[in-house]
């Protein structure tokens, strides 16, 4: 049930035919499912011949495409293997649009200010190719452990993830940031639709109470973007309060910055101006007509999309820019860089290295914890290795130390120390490719092995007197360690991620 607030305020912003087609659109069961494509893992043609129920591409991200779930048909893509593998993320189409415009590219540092669960994040990793720095962070702390197990699926070898309050990042990481997308917590009307439960927490107190979050990170992300840098702001909601409003006060705010023109896709329409209230028009242009009239001009620039006009949920977006330049040159590592690893912790892991990855040996180098290693693949493991506790991690050089920041994950998580011994970490595997590794073992991704496995059962392998590490891999992606020994192969599938498919 819809709240007749809600609907009293949305008729109001509507004309009469418009309001009927917007209501109506609760009224269908038609609902859009969408998984992008995660190119750390395969590129699209593959993965779009592996998943063959794929159906059109979401016009804004050609790594995605609709499907209908279909159990009967076993087509139930969030309890497959291959979402284990992270081949793909399953993501409501709308929520994809954000990123799309934020534009993230191998090489860029990129914050996603609010990111759990980790869609969007995902989604920039995946068009960063691993190159360049990725901060992700989230504020809750339970929420900020779902978003790094989605860092960890998705073999993302460049992201730190933190768990942080916005001011606290501003603190350390002020004018940074090339690009920066704010996800903002919102009233989430435009979540109604996909979740009957969402309308019962709204509230028009709720839709303010957002508003004054939503100014306070944005001023906050603001002060972390470098002049001629990006900041992408969104919601998933309809309330002018928390989107053209919010961009409205910003622009006031933040002379400094302004709204781009982008190409909007098919569907999308610009932003509302005429439903910006009379009350914040004339206390904004008492403060500053000139700068007021600026920013008002701008608001048609940023973009809704709507339920009742493209394939996809209700959201909001608007493109930033900070005047200036963008200049990219700068060595500064905010909060200085990693302290690399002792010799004597380094050595377990180059044994490990040594004896089951498969890399250049020409090109190879590991000194003073810095490592060049170009595996089989064409991937490259490469940075500074440091110490988190017995926890080794591997960071490209600039990231910036977790330093007074809460972590989650300071970059790739390599492994741990144990004693004098080197055990290779999940995260590891799952970046890993089938190549790259002296010993692998293959089954179909619907084989019983494979669900066997990631149930923590012991699998059945022709071992060969094969010993050390193994990578299983399902129809050729990654999914997780085994140890070969004694003819046997132990299952190492970490326990608090095993399913039982049954
Ligand atoms: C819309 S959700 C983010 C969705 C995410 N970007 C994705 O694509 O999966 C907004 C997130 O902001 C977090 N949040 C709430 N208050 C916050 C604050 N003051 N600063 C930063 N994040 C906050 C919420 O916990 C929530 O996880």
């Not at 011949?49 to 979401?58: F, Q």
């Not at 189409?93 to 980790?118: H, I, R, Y």
């Not at 639709?193 to 957002?210: G, I, L, P, Q, Y």
């Not at 090109?363 to 490259?380: A, D, H, M, P, V």
């Amino acid at each position: 049930m819809l709240p007749e607030k809600f609907k009293e305020r949305m008729r109001a912003y509507l004309s009469e035919k418009e309001y009927e087609e917007f209501i109506s659109s609760f009224d269908t069961d038609e609902r859009y499912q969408a998984l992008r494509i995660n190119e750390l893992k395969s590129d699209v043609l593959s993965a779009k011949e592996m998943l063959s129920y794929l159906g059109n591409n979401v016009p804004w991200e050609k790594t995605a495409f609709y499907y209908n779930e279909d159990p009967a048909n076993m087509v139930t893509p969030g309890k497959h293997p291959y979402h284990e593998a992270g081949l793909y993320y399953i993501q409501e189409p709308s929520a994809m649009s954000p990123v799309c415009f934020l534009d993230p590219k191998p090489g860029d540092k990129v914050l996603d200010l609010c990111a759990a669960p980790g869609g969007k994040t995902t989604q920039i990793a995946s068009k960063m190719k691993g190159q360049g720095i990725l901060i992700t962070n989230e504020i809750n702390r339970d929420r900020a452990r779902i978003l790094s197990l989605n860092v960890e699926r998705m073999g993302i070898s460049n992201a730190l993830v933190t768990n942080e309050d916005s001011a606290k990042l501003a603190s350390v990481f002020e004018g940074y940031f090339d690009k920066i997308l704010v996800d903002a917590p919102c009233s989430g009307e435009g979540m109604f639709r996909k979740n009957d439960n969402a309308a019962d927490e709204w509230s028009m107190e709720n839709v303010k109470t957002c508003a004054l979050r939503q100014e306070e990170i944005l001023d906050n992300a603001s002060k972390m973007l470098l002049p001629g840098g990006r900041l992408v702001y969104s919601t998933c909601t309809f309330a002018a309060d928390e989107n053209e409003e919010s961009i409205l006060k910003f622009l006031c705010a933040h002379s400094d910055f302004h709204v781009v023109k982008v190409d909007a896709f098919d569907g999308m329409d610009p932003g509302r101006a005429e439903l910006i209230s009379p009350e914040l028009r004339a206390s904004l242009e008492a403060k500053d007509k000139a700068l007021f009239e600026k920013s008002l001009e701008q608001i048609q620039y940023s973009i809704r999309l709507w339920p009742h006009k493209l394939k996809g949920e209700g959201h909001f977006l608007c493109v930033l820019e900070r005047d200036g330049e963008l200049l990219k040159e700068s060595s500064f590592v905010p909060g200085g860089r990693n302290i690399p690893a002792k010799p004597e912790c380094i050595k377990p892991f180059e044994t490990f290295v040594m004896e089951s990855l498969k890399f250049d040996k020409k090109t190879f180098e590991l000194k003073r914890g810095n490592i060049y290693c170009r595996l089989e693949s064409g991937q490259e493991l490469k940075g500074i290795i440091f110490m988190f506790g017995d926890q080794m991690y591997l960071a490209p050089g600039d990231m910036p130390s977790v330093m007074g920041l809460k972590c989650m994950r300071p970059g790739l998580h390599l492994g741990t120390l144990k004693k004098d011994r080197f055990e290779p970490s999940h995260a590891l595997a799952l970046l890993l490719k089938k190549e790259d590794v002296n010993i692998a073992f293959d089954h179909d991704a619907d084989s019983d092995d494979i669900k066997a496995y990631l149930n923590g059962q012991t699998i059945r392998a022709e071992l060969s007197g094969q010993k050390g590490w193994a990578l299983v891999t399902a129809s050729g992606l990654s999914i997780g360690w085994a140890k070969a020994a004694g003819g046997m192969l132990k299952n190492h599938y970490p326990k608090g991620l095993r399913i039982n498919y049954a």
